[in-house]
């Protein structure tokens, strides 16, 4: 889960319930200090309900988000480009037949893979302007 603070009125209950989910008492502490400057911090917590330990944080001022890997759709995204497979492995730095292989089903991406396709189906303005280091540095999105 990602985890973010607004006013958390009681911070000490804030860790209780981080350690009653699975974290040491050290642990909810140093994530506790972190949402109290400011950060977003991703923890992995325990719960039987999650909507529960989401209602339970959100009471104590804190949101809590799951994060979940994208499956991407990598044909789909290249032709979204109306791009080639030599054309979308060139444009976005993957091996060609790395292309070949994910669209015809022999592989499939790995985690990072399936994370980058997605910021490249989302962004792909700011991809470009990393690959190709022109343009305005990428904005930071919440």
């Known amino acids: 889960m990602l985890l973010r ?3 958390m009125p009681r911070p000490v209950d804030v860790a209780r319930v981080l350690e009653k989910h699975g974290l040491s ?3 909810a502490h140093e994530i ?3 949402l109290a400057g400011g950060e977003g911090v991703a923890v992995e917590l325990q719960a039987a309900s999650e909507k529960k330990l989401r209602t339970e944080l959100t009471n ?6 799951r994060i979940s890997l994208p499956d991407a759709d990598v044909k789909r995204i290249r032709e979204q480009f109306g791009l080639s497979q030599a054309e979308f492995a060139i444009r976005f730095g993957f091996e060609m037949d790395t292309v070949q292989n994910w669209e015809q089903g022999r592989n ?3 985690q990072a893979a399936q994370l980058l396709l997605k910021v490249i189906e989302t962004y792909p303005e700011d991809v470009e302007a990393v690959l190709t280091g022109e343009g305005a540095a990428p904005t930071k999105r919440r």
């Open 60 to 65: 104590l001022g804190v949101t809590a988000r």
């Open 32 to 34: 506790l200090n972190r």
């Open 108 to 110: 499939r991406p790995d």
């Open 5 to 7: 603070a607004g006013d």
């Open 25 to 27: 008492l050290r642990k």
